[in-house]
C-alpha cells in the first residue's frame, strides 16, 4: 500500500515594512470609501500614527494609531462626557463588522480597549482605530482642555495626535533609528505574547530617546553618538524622579501654567495637560501592545530594573539576534 507524502509545512515570508505601509494605505482607503456609507460618520481626516505613523516601526512589530477626524464630533458634547467616545467607537467597531471580510485577520478579532477598537489587519499591522472631533489648530484644541476638568483631560488626549506626528517627522534620522533599536530591546523584555505591567509605550519611548539624543550631541562627537546617547537614556531613567522634560513649539509653557504638570514631567509636546512620565508606561495585555491613548500606570520599576541592558549602538538586526 503506497504511503502518501507529508507536505512540507510552508512558512510564510516574514513581514517588511514596505508590507506594513501597503496594508496601511489599504486600510485608510476602506475607511475613507466605506465610513461614510456604512455609519454615516463623515471622516475629515484620517492620521496615521503610531510607530508606523512616527516612521520608527520595527520589522516584525507593526502598530499603528489611526485617528479618525470628524466634524461630526460637536466638543461642546462629549467634554462633560465620563466616557466621551463611547458612541463613536461603538460605531467604529460597527463599521469593522460589516467590513470584517477585507478587514479582519480571522485568528486574531477585536480586543477591547477604553479609547479605541483594536484589532489586526491582514495579519500585518496591529490596529488601535480611534475617533476625534476636529480642532484646526493646537490652540484651539488646548482651549478646549482647559474647559475640561484636570482629571479627565487624558480621555482626549488622541485629539493631539496630528501635532504628535508632525513633531516627529521633523526629528533626525538618526533618533528614529534610535527609537527603533530602543522598541527591540523594550519588545524583548516586555514580550508581547505574555502580557505585564510597566511596559514602556512606544510615544514615551520615542520621545525619551529623543531628548537622550539632545542631550548626547550638546557634548560628543558625532561618531560617538549612539554610544553617549544609550549613556544619556540610561541616566535619564536611572535619575527619572527629578525629569524635567518638555518641547515647546506649539505651547509656551507660560501661556498654559494652569494645566502644565508639576515634576517630575515628560510634557507630550502636542499636549500641554499630558505627562508622560505617568501615563507613557502602563499596563499591556496578552497579544496586545500597550496603547499610547489609554491610561498608564507610571510605574518606572521595571524600567529601572532593565535599563542597563539597553545597547543603542547595535543596529535592528543585530538586537533581533540576540
Known sequence: MARLSQQPTVVPPPVTIEDARRATEDLVSIIQHRLKSETGITPYDTIKAGSVGHGT????????????????????????????????????KEFLERVKDVVLDPVDPMRPAVHAVHFTYKATVDVDLLISPVWSTPNEYYQFLRGVEKHRRSSFS?????????????????VKEYARRAKVWRNKKWPKETGGNGKPKSYFLSLLVLWAYERAMQSTLQQRIAYNTT????????????????????????????????????????????????????????????SDYEEGDGDWTLLVRYIDSIDLTKSVEELQKE
Not at 167 to 173: G, K, L
Not at 236 to 242: G, I, P, R, S
Not at 266 to 274: F, L, T, V
Request: net charge neutral; aromatic share 14%.
Open 57 to 92: 516601526a520595527v520589522p516584525g512589530e507593526f502598530d499603528l494609531d489611526l485617528v479618525i477626524y470628524t466634524g461630526d464630533i460637536n466638543p461642546a458634547t462629549i467634554a462633560g462626557s465620563r466616557d466621551p467616545y463611547r458612541l463613536w467607537l461603538s460605531k467604529m
Open 231 to 290: 549613556l544619556e537614556l540610561k541616566n535619564l531613567v536611572k535619575n527619572h524622579k527629578t525629569l524635567d522634560i518638555y518641547w515647546e513649539k506649539y505651547y509656551k509653557l507660560a501661556s498654559y501654567r494652569d494645566m502644565i504638570p508639576s515634576p517630575p514631567r515628560i510634557i507630550d509636546p502636542a499636549n500641554p495637560s499630558n505627562n508622560l512620565y505617568y501615563t507613557g508606561i502602563g499596563q499591556y495585555y496578552p497579544n496586545s501592545k500597550a
Open 158 to 174: 488622541v485629539g493631539a495626535s496630528r501635532w504628535q506626528v508632525d513633531f516627529y517627522s521633523h526629528q533626525p534620522n538618526d
